[in-house]
């Protein structure tokens, strides 16, 4: 299982992924701003994890053939369609001597359909699916997942839910996943969130220190 990780959750009109930006070699700690979270189109991105070049060079084949489709149609995949098309490349070239060490999550939002969430696996393997994670630390979410997830889940509870998976991977996995980046897809398009890493958690704990302290200077004024 792969030491990076990637996770999506589906709300009631959006869909949002997250993935860790780290990247190492075997044990070797290399660099700590790589986004694993990849563009298709204005309504769909694919999160990817497994070997270095394989997850860049499917991901950056999977984004040109969508766009020459948009080009040679005049609209885009839907995200069950882009889903389809990524699973069964990911398959044909497992049968060949080019196969791709790939996991991925594909999320989009269709104007018919509404958010989609996918789960492909590494051997081509494809399901929709309401949340799903890759990777080590995803070991430690699904509990999380089933416990707070609801099908009327707005925007803000999924970004939540997301945090809380986030402090858990930090709390208990051994692999240090400093900084995770954060990309929603609605009805509006693609956006990217804020970060979630330990600097917002103490950001967080600094606005409640305060506020506390306020509260307490209020309480304090009136007797």
């Given at each position: ?18 993935c ?43 984004a ?112 240090n ?23 917002s ?23």
């Open positions: 299982m792969a030491m990076e990780t990637i996770l999506g959750i589906k709300g009631e009109d959006c869909v949002m992924l997250a860790d930006t780290m990247q190492a070699k075997s044990v070797i700690f290399m660099r700590d701003d790589q986004s694993k979270i990849h563009r298709l189109s204005d309504f769909a991105i694919l999160a990817a994890i497994g070997d270095g070049g394989d997850t860049l060079q499917f991901t950056d084949y999977i040109k053939h969508l766009k020459l489709y948009n080009i040679s149609n005049g609209y885009h995949l839907s995200p069950r369609g882009a889903a389809h098309f990524t699973r069964k490349n990911l398959a044909d070239y497992i049968r060949t001597n080019t196969r791709y060490q790939v996991s991925m999550l594909l999320a989009g939002y269709d104007s018919v359909e509404g958010p989609d969430l996918h789960f492909i696996d590494s051997y081509g393997a494809a399901m929709p699916i309401n949340h799903a994670g890759h990777g080590l630390g995803s070991l430690f979410c699904g509990s999380i997942f089933q416990r707070y997830w609801t099908h009327e889940l707005k925007q803000k509870q999924a970004y939540n839910i997301l945090r809380m998976c986030v402090a858990e991977i930090q709390k208990r996995l051994v692999i996943l400093r900084n995770f980046d954060v990309f929603v897809v609605n009805r509006n398009g693609t956006s990217q969130l804020e970060s979630i890493n330990p600097a958690f103490d950001a967080d704990m600094l606005c409640l220190s305060l506020s506390t302290s306020i509260q307490n200077y209020n309480t304090k004024s009136l007797k």
